[in-house]
């Protein structure tokens, strides 16, 4: 499932007053929007089987904890302005697609495809990223609903949520290239809730993720390290870092991800 230039991926301008969306050759009908933030657009979609004659995108896919029951899916809609934000966007997509666990959100299928800048549209190209839906929030959103409740997770749960998250990362640090995922917080978990399960918590956003393995050979590089740094992690986890400023010959690894928001 690879990118697509085509222009025919744009129809969703022109195709029931923009309701319907392609992402390669599958047909979506964009039921909602789900949120927004920056330049992106998260859309509740449906898959369309009876426009594609192979049964539609739901019957691809090989691994059946992906397929979704109603044949709903969440599209993302990036807007893309520089070929920075292109390189961006390509490498988040080229990330996402190295890993395969049930505590990682899965990329489905993704096109990038080019536009015309127009006085009322600034930007060149428009990437689609498709995943499962997780219509029950972020752990964020779960976590101040409870609060203003009054209520909290139970212990079991919490802990249950814990050892999710940990699977995950274990997944992404163990790769042949280890890699970190260097944004560890409650709005990037899924939490699914199940009836007389723990709920389930998917990590997502791997855009600030990176090899986890970092050699450190002088202060040079420790102080380039320090301006990447600076805009990809929170205070907590640039202090961490900051240790490193002193010492040569050392390799910063994926222990990263174990003080995010400390």
Same mark, same amino acid.
């Given at each position: 499932?690879?990118?697509?230039?085509?222009?025919?991926?744009?129809?969703?301008?022109?195709?029931?007053?923009?309701?319907?969306?392609?992402?390669?050759?599958?047909?979506?009908?964009?039921?909602?929007?789900?949120?927004?933030?920056?330049?992106?657009?998260?859309?509740?979609?449906?898959?369309?089987?009876?426009?594609?004659?192979?049964?539609?995108?739901?019957?691809?896919?090989?691994?059946?904890?992906?397929?979704?029951?109603?044949?709903?899916?969440?599209?993302?809609?990036?807007?893309?302005?520089?070929?920075?934000?292109?390189?961006?966007?390509?490498?988040?997509?080229?990330?996402?697609?190295?890993?395969?666990?049930?505590?990682?959100?899965?990329?489905?299928?993704?096109? /990038?495809? =080019?536009?015309?800048?127009?006085?009322?549209?600034?930007?060149?190209?428009?990437?689609?990223?498709?995943?499962?839906?997780?219509?029950?929030?972020?752990?964020?959103?779960?976590?101040?609903?409870?609060?203003?409740?009054?209520? =909290?997770?139970?212990?079991?749960?919490?802990?249950?949520?814990?050892?999710?998250?940990?699977?995950?990362?274990?997944?992404?640090?163990?790769?042949?290239?280890?890699?970190?995922?260097?944004?560890?917080?409650?709005?990037?978990?899924?939490?699914?809730?199940?009836?007389?399960?723990?709920?389930?918590?998917?990590?997502?956003?791997?855009?600030?993720?990176?090899?986890?393995?970092?050699? /450190?050979?002088?202060?040079?590089?420790?102080?380039?390290?320090?301006?990447?740094?600076?805009?990809?992690?929170?205070?907590?986890?640039?202090?961490?870092?900051?240790?490193?400023?002193?010492?040569?010959?050392?390799?910063?690894?994926?222990?990263?991800?174990?003080?995010?928001?400390?």
């Amino acid at each position: 499932m690879g990118c697509s230039f085509s222009g025919l991926n744009a129809l969703y301008d022109s195709v029931n007053g923009g309701g319907d969306v392609w992402i390669n050759e599958n047909r979506f009908r964009i039921v909602r929007q789900l949120g927004e933030g920056g330049n992106a657009y998260i859309f509740l979609v449906k898959d369309l089987p009876a426009d594609n004659p192979s049964g539609g995108f739901s019957a691809k896919l090989k691994q059946s904890s992906h397929i979704s029951e109603d044949g709903t899916y969440a599209m993302k809609k990036v807007l893309i302005r520089s070929n920075e934000q292109l390189e961006l966007v390509r490498e988040d997509i080229r990330v996402s697609s190295l890993f395969n666990h049930p505590n990682l959100l899965p990329l489905l299928d993704h096109a /990038i495809i =080019s536009v015309k800048p127009t006085p009322q549209r600034s930007w060149n190209h428009e990437a689609y990223l498709l995943f499962p839906v997780h219509l029950d929030g972020t752990l964020l959103d779960n976590t101040k609903t409870m609060q203003a409740r009054k209520e =909290s997770f139970p212990t079991t749960d919490v802990l249950q949520i814990f050892r999710q998250l940990c699977a995950g990362l274990k997944h992404m640090h163990s790769l042949d290239t280890p890699y970190a995922h260097n944004d560890v917080k409650p709005g990037n978990v899924l939490i699914t809730h199940r009836k007389g399960k723990p709920p389930l918590a998917i990590l997502m956003d791997f855009g600030s993720a990176r090899p986890a393995r970092k050699h /450190i050979g002088n202060r040079s590089e420790a102080l380039q390290l320090q301006v990447l740094c600076s805009t990809l992690f929170s205070l907590c986890k640039f202090c961490f870092i900051m240790k490193f400023m002193h010492f040569a010959n050392h390799i910063l690894e994926y222990f990263i991800d174990a003080f995010a928001h400390l």
